[in-house]
């Protein structure tokens, strides 16, 4: 069913964007549950098989009901306004921690209703028996998942998220809401002030809210693909995840013929330039990775770009190349997973 959030005048100016760590930590525990559906993960997936094995995910797994229903609001808070820094996942799991243990008690009962027998089983009546340690353990087993499944991709992920938001704020000063909604899922659609979200992850009913003065955080996410989320009741701001550019390709690695291939079609230099950019990245910074020239890769730069293979942009007091779409299909050509 979908949800439909009715935007005020103030909202359209509330209207913010931000990623989160803690945000993927609870995208990739919930692929884990749901490893069939997500085959653009299944790289990842080979890859960390072991890791998992050394966690205990029933917790977590328990508030996060498989054919919609609510997840606790409070595992993953919306990221609060920070100036354009992205959100710490220290700071992130004290805001979880520091959770009002009523505010947890309540959104525990909501989540555990949604899966039949969840709330009479031991794991259930312990965390609504004392919320207090509840929220605790939980914060706890969610830091180790960090550790064990995002860590060590946490690089990588954020280059992507970042390029995303990047994108997104061009298109929004291009042409407005009207313009980003149109391209951010097709699940989402805009008319007349309402974003509606048309069968969105963890989604109980059909809903309306009127978001009276506190706009709506739009967050790019590599795991929440390929569906898009939306929730945040009150106390929280309402949020809208959707899945950030570039994830298809996101596990993928040329061949070596690929790379060849590559290397005759724009010369040595230009190619390893290109294969360099898995995230925004500045001249001098490509230079020390690839141990050549600052003058030369700038030069190589120019031409990727004004060949429709890179974009720029400037900020603060650098300026920042990524991938277009037609540089990652041809970089990706050929290409197999990783893992």
Do not use: K
């Not at 790289?43 to 508030?63: K, N, Y």
């Not at 190589?300 to 974009?311: N, P, V």
């Amino acid at each position: 069913m979908p949800v439909h959030l009715r935007f005020g005048t103030d909202d359209l100016l509330r209207c913010r964007f931000a990623f989160s760590p803690l945000c993927e930590t609870h995208g990739a525990v919930r692929t884990l549950r749901r490893a069939d559906a997500h085959a653009c993960h299944l790289p990842w997936l080979r890859r960390i098989h072991s890791a998992v094995r050394e966690l205990d995910l029933s917790p977590l797994w328990l508030l996060m009901p498989r054919h919609g229903g609510y997840t606790p609001d409070f595992l993953s808070p919306p990221a609060p306004e920070s100036g354009g820094a992205p959100a710490d996942i220290a700071d992130e799991l004290e805001r979880v921690r520091g959770t009002d243990p009523s505010l947890v008690g309540a959104e525990l009962r909501r989540s555990l209703a949604c899966t039949p027998g969840a709330a009479a089983s031991a794991a259930g009546r312990a965390m609504l028996d004392d919320p207090a340690r509840a929220v605790r353990e939980l914060a706890d087993l969610t830091e180790r998942a960090w550790h064990a499944l995002i860590a060590p991709d946490w690089s990588r992920l954020r280059s992507l998220l970042e390029a995303d938001i990047a994108h997104r704020a061009q298109q929004l000063a291009e042409g407005g809401l009207e313009r980003l909604f149109a391209d951010l899922h097709p699940r989402l659609s805009w008319s007349r002030g309402t974003l509606s979200v048309r069968g969105g992850v963890g989604q109980e009913a059909q809903q309306v809210q009127e978001l009276r003065g506190r706009g709506v955080l739009l967050t790019p996410s590599v795991f929440v693909w390929p569906d898009v989320a939306s929730g945040f009741s009150p106390p929280w701001q309402p949020a809208v995840l959707y899945p950030a550019r570039g994830v298809g390709n996101l596990w993928q690695r040329p061949t070596a013929g690929a790379e060849q291939a590559l290397s005759r079609l724009l010369g040595a230099n230009r190619a390893a330039v290109l294969g360099a950019l898995d995230g925004p990245a500045s001249t001098t910074a490509l230079a020390a990775r690839l141990g050549l020239a600052p003058s030369s890769v700038s030069a190589h730069l120019t031409s990727l770009r004004d060949a429709g293979l890179l974009t720029s942009r400037r900020v603060r007091h650098q300026v920042l190349y990524e991938r277009t779409a037609l540089g990652i299909a041809l970089l990706s050509g050929g290409a197999e997973p990783e893992g």
